[in-house]
């Protein structure tokens, strides 16, 4: 079977007729696989993407403590990831970089590009399987400090990620997710937070691979990004960073080694209009090549949880 599995309707009709279906197709398969492809259903824009997603996961999520541009569309309906079309991104598990975060996730292509723009998958067991054993250990008894310094026209400012200009509920939203904050002598703000590096599905309680630190690490800039941004600024006053948990570097080599795990197992399709795919978010990680000609992909969030031991513990509307 192909990956991600593909769901088409039986016959003509409307959205509503296939609601059953599409819940059963996503008991079926949506564990076992991490992702499902509903293609050729009647989606034909953004409502009809929120009416889709409201079989299967009703109450979705806002977009706080992001880490990425997006732009929202409509009620909890965001844009994908607006970096420019040249960049890649890599693949990752969204907000695996805090210690709360969606268990599912949507994408709906309202338009594909001309050329590239896929939406790689890569299954996120897999990957744990393949690191080698002597960086998971490491990894695993360490955990990933991240590190962000918000705004300075460099990252995305604290008031959009937070949502908020309020400074003290960014205090009280970082004190709830066992964030260290602090303000600088500019007024904007920095983080610092320990997460996890592996973790364990809720419902399945299979390990998975489950961080960023390939992502947020300085490595992972172009050679000549990195250059510029380390004649500027140490390493914690970067945009962004990451670290082992107990502060100590992370060596560029050992990244490369994740990077090259990620590469073999990724699996692409060519998006076409009016698809929409259903991951996993912990079961399946996610990426986006880079593209030509205008592109437009959807994204919506659900189901949020928290591991028992953190604040709050357990899944949370």
């Known amino acids: 079977m192909s990956f991600p599995p593909i769901v088409s309707p039986s016959g003509p009709g409307d959205l509503s007729d296939f609601a059953e279906s599409i819940r059963a197709a996503v008991e079926e398969r949506l564990t076992r696989h991490g992702a499902v492809l509903f293609r050729g259903y009647p989606v034909?824009?953004?409502?009809?993407?929120?009416?889709?997603?409201?079989?299967?996961?009703p109450d979705l999520l806002e977009y706080t403590f992001g880490s990425t541009p997006r732009s929202r569309l409509s009620g909890r309906i965001y844009t994908s990831t607006e970096y420019p079309a040249h960049q890649q991104i890599p693949l990752h598990n969204e907000q695996s970089y805090t210690t709360e975060w969606p268990l599912k996730i949507w994408f709906y292509c309202a338009k594909p590009a001309l050329e590239g723009g896929e939406t790689p998958l890569a299954d996120s067991r897999e990957v744990l399987r393949r690191i080698p054993a002597r960086i998971r250990e490491r990894f695993a008894a360490k955990k990933v400090m991240y590190t962000r310094n918000y705004g300075n026209g460099l990252d995305v400012p604290w008031e959009k990620v937070f949502g908020t200009e309020d400074r003290a509920e960014v205090e009280r939203f970082c004190k709830d997710a066992e964030i260290v904050c602090e303000w600088k002598e500019d007024g904007e703000l920095r983080t610092r937070q320990v997460c996890q590096a592996i973790a364990t599905h809720p419902r399945t309680k299979e390990a998975v691979w489950f961080n960023q630190a390939h992502l947020f690490h300085v490595s992972n800039l172009e050679p000549a990004a990195r250059d510029g941004l380390l004649a500027i600024f140490a390493e914690d006053?970067?945009?962004r960073n990451a670290f082992y948990g107990d502060g100590t570097p992370i060596e560029d080599g050992i990244l490369d080694e994740i990077r090259e795990v990620y590469r073999q197992v990724a699996v692409s399709f060519p998006w076409r209009e009016g698809d929409v795919v259903l991951a996993d978010n912990m079961l399946v990680a996610h990426g986006r090549t880079s593209f030509k000609g205008p592109r437009q992909v959807l994204v919506a969030m659900a189901e949020s949880y928290r591991p028992e031991g953190g604040a709050g513990g357990g899944p949370r509307s």
């Open 44 to 57: 034909r824009g953004p409502r009809d993407f929120e009416r889709i997603v409201s079989f299967v996961t």
């Open 237 to 239: 006053e970067l945009p």
